[in-house]
């Protein structure tokens, strides 16, 4: 079971406002939150999160999340302009998630100039190879993606390509400005129909544009349906994006609502 997760983007912020490691595991366990997704890297570099002191921080995450039945998941955000980078970033990935002892890693494969530069040969390439990475580390993987890939031009070969190889679908169904929950979470059931993978949906977990909420009321609301809507559909998981911009009443729900 995957259950109920959350995002983790800039963990250093996250440690300062509530204080240490510790308590980040303990409000995590107040949320009934089973997982921790971290950023790892981006491209071929290693991401902030897991370097200097925040890096040391990480490793305490991961000891201290698994001795109170918190996994912690490492993302990446795969570049590969070409088959050799999509190699080297695989390998970065693979090496992060053995020096912390990772549970599972996440592909944040999506199309746009910041995002995935490659064609579908370079998608092949980086899957194969992210596939074996998790293969020898004895992980899942899974990609996390735009929940309706064929509305972005050209990207549904591309990530079909990714997916094909992962073990789970973690869409994100960022749907703060749509005209209801189910509306945007029918979407995006529809457009991953094709992906037999297990779905596990991403919330709106955050106030502002490009898919969240327009208040902390409304983000509230919006994440009781959602979770609601979660076990109405036997879904195995979902998760929020992100813990920073969560508002404390999305926070009051994921403390109060089963999972």
Known sequence: MIGRCIYIWKLAPIINAEGSVAKVVDKARRA???????????????????????????????????????????????????????????AVVGAIARTFKLNGLIVDAEAGSQFFLGEKGEAEAYAAAMRAQANALGIPLAISSHDIPQNMAGWLPKFNKIAYVCDYNFPQVYYGGSPSVLNRLERAEDGNSHVTLPFVPVGAGWIGEGGGCSSASACAERAREF?????????????????????????????????
């Open 227 to 259: 979770i609601r809507l979660m076990k109405e559909r036997g879904y195995e998981g979902y998760s929020f994006w992100h813990w920073q911009g969560a508002p404390n009443a999305l926070w009051e729900v994921l403390n109060t609502v089963p999972v």
């Open 32 to 90: 009934k939150l089973t997982s921790l997704w971290v950023k790892i890297a981006e491209g071929a570099s290693a991401y902030g999160n897991t370097s200097g002191e925040t890096g040391e921080h990480l490793h305490e995450l991961v000891k201290r999340g698994k001795e109170r039945g918190v996994q912690v998941w490492g993302w990446h955000v795969p570049r590969c302009p070409d088959n050799g980078s999509a190699q080297k970033e695989a």
